[in-house]
């Protein structure tokens, strides 16, 4: 499955996941995004797991991991769409998402994300 970067402000991407996040594409996400983040010049990057319905560890750990890369090119990680079952898993596995904004949905990443872009301009 493909993972689209989508811009949808001046400085604000994102990628939605749909489906399963296997090793490969985890790793194909990640290049993208980091990619993306850098072409755009982007200040915030939202990945939305709204359509994942099971994340296993290679995928909590991948997440992770991009969203820790985003933060080291000097943007902020948004994680949208956290379900019950994604949630329980990341806590059972105790990976740690303390510097990540994790919010519910897309439109709320969003929101945030361009507020911060307006906090930024004053």
Known sequence: MAT???????GVLVMPL?????????TQMTDTLLSGVTQHRAHTA???VTGVRRMDTVAIEALARAAA????LGAAAVVTGVGPTV????????VDFGQVTVL???KAGVA???ASA???RA
């Open 118 to 120: 307006h906090k930024r």
């Open 112 to 114: 945030h994300a361009l």
């Open 104 to 106: 519910g949905d897309l």
């Open 87 to 94: 949630a329980q898993a990341i806590v059972r596995l105790g």
């Open 69 to 72: 890369g985003v933060r080291l």
């Open 46 to 48: 939202i990945l939305d």
């Open 18 to 26: 749909i489906g399963k996040l296997d090793a490969q594409r985890a």
């Open 4 to 10: 689209p970067l989508l811009p949808v402000a001046e």
